[in-house]
């Protein structure tokens, strides 16, 4: 399935609030291995170009997380492949997100992460990557940490599950129980179509 900005309709209400809009794209190398890394880049390029055109008020920015976790830039999405390195460091991600939902403190917070496995890297005192798998207790202390802060940021963290795993079920499982977000399971061919529609209910919401 291929989306462009045409595909979504924007209803115009009287009042449009801006939104600080994180997406956390899984760039690990499973993402690769099960056929899902496409549809997640995709998925990036269409939610950057309809928050350009649609709503250019808003604060979009996209972080894409494997060993490390990096802030993407709209130009170099077209050419960005996954990494061929272990580690899914959802806390690293996390913190870069919370930093842009500080420098907008009155945009609404939108937090989306497309993940295809439970967080196995954490980011250290000394700002280097610690991975473990299965996940050490630190890195699942670590990554629920930020969620919690998160949700003190009044931040709804919605998930876009790309796996059937029984431990990455469990995590976001408790990833929605403290923050109050919702999770999805979409299958690679329609993830376009979820992150897009469920970014567009938050801003009707709001």
Not at 24 to 51: C, E, F, I, N, P
Not at 83 to 94: E, I, K, R, S
Request: net charge negative.
């Amino acid at each position: 399935m291929r989306l462009s900005v045409d595909d979504f309709e924007v209803s115009e209400t009287e009042r449009r609030s801006a939104a600080a809009v994180c997406l956390l794209v899984d760039l690990s190398y499973s993402m690769a291995l099960r056929g899902t890394w496409a549809a997640a880049k995709q998925t990036a390029l269409a939610l950057q170009a309809l928050v350009a055109s649609k709503f250019p008020q808003d604060a979009v920015q996209i972080v894409g997380f494997s060993n490390y976790a990096r802030v993407l830039q709209p130009d170099e999405l077209a050419g960005l492949d996954w990494d061929m390195v272990q580690g899914t460091n959802l806390h690293h991600a996390l913190l870069i997100a919370g930093r842009h939902l500080d420098r907008h403190p009155d945009f609404e917070p939108v937090v989306l992460v497309v993940t295809d496995g439970e967080p196995t890297a954490h980011l250290m005192r000394n700002g280097r990557s610690a991975f473990e798998w299965p996940p050490s207790p630190e890195t699942l202390e670590l990554t629920l940490s930020e969620v919690d802060k998160m949700t003190r940021r009044r931040a709804t963290i919605n998930v876009f599950m790309l796996a059937a795993d029984d431990r990455l079920k469990e995590f976001v499982d408790e990833v929605a129980r403290r923050n109050g977000g919702r999770v999805f399971s979409p299958s690679a061919d329609r993830l376009g179509e979820y992150v897009v529609s469920d970014f567009l209910r938050l801003r009707r919401a709001r």
